[in-house]
């Protein structure tokens, strides 16, 4: 999952696309490598927990994994390039990575939800300043996504019923978030899928002209 979050960040540089298409494997493999250990340095260099932002902000998307990450990069890139102190927290397949704490929350000016899906521990940003949009909008536009973040008013307030509806698991999500979910369910068992057909191909495999290799007939 690390692997496809850092590979797909990579890809929003159109230099490093040119690297994938032109370069040896030992050089694309070679700036992997570098990637990761700038992204561990990253990690490193978090600010301790009572340090103050400017924006904290949430990515997720349904799958957790490219769009999670590519958004949180392109919300930290233009923080970075305009002085904006920023913490991203990223909802992701692996679990929450570069969690909020209440301090951090409690002391931002303002925050910014970008969504595919359910925002987990929604509760904590009631009362503050709350910009909500998709999770592709940073990816497209991130300067746009920080100016309509900063003329927003609008303090999210979130209804105890619906906390405790939750809570219960009573509350219901939309068509589109249940399909979602489900297919990010299915993901494992698509690719496994795809690795044992593989396998069954390339050792009971038969090379037919023109059809490449079939599956005989009349074989487990």
């Not at 490598?33 to 103050?52: C, F, L, Y």
């Not at 969504?115 to 904590?124: D, L, M, N, S, T």
């Not at 900063?150 to 068509?175: D, H, I, M, Y």
């Not at 299915?186 to 037919?208: D, H, N, R």
């Amino acid at each position: 999952m690390e692997t496809l979050a850092n590979i797909s960040s990579l890809l929003m540089d159109k230099k490093n696309i040119e690297v994938f298409k032109k370069e040896t494997i030992a050089n694309v493999k070679k700036m992997l490598q570098i990637k990761v250990q700038k992204e561990t340095q990253k990690v490193q260099d978090i600010p301790k927990k009572d340090s103050k932002y400017d924006v904290v902000a949430v990515t997720t998307c349904p799958t957790g994994v490219a769009h999670t990450n590519m958004a949180a990069d392109a919300l930290e890139k233009y923080a970075a390039e305009n002085k904006i102190k920023i913490k991203v927290e990223r909802q992701a397949a692996q679990g929450r990575v570069n969690d909020l704490t209440p301090e951090e929350i409690k002391g931002a000016k303002y925050v910014i939800l970008a969504a595919g899906k359910q925002i987990e521990e929604r509760e904590r940003f009631e009362g503050k300043k709350v910009y909500e949009t998709k999770v592709v909008a940073p990816i497209k536009n991130a300067k746009e996504v920080f100016r309509l973040a900063a003329k927003n008013e609008k303090v999210l307030a979130v209804s105890r019923k619906s906390v405790a509806k939750k809570a219960f698991n009573q509350g219901g999500a939309t068509p589109m978030q249940a399909l979602m979910a489900g297919v990010s369910y299915m993901i494992p068992f698509v690719v496994m899928g795809g690795i044992l057909i593989a396998l069954s191909l390339g050792i009971a495999g038969k090379s037919v002209p023109g059809k490449a290799l079939q599956i005989p007939d009349h074989t487990f």
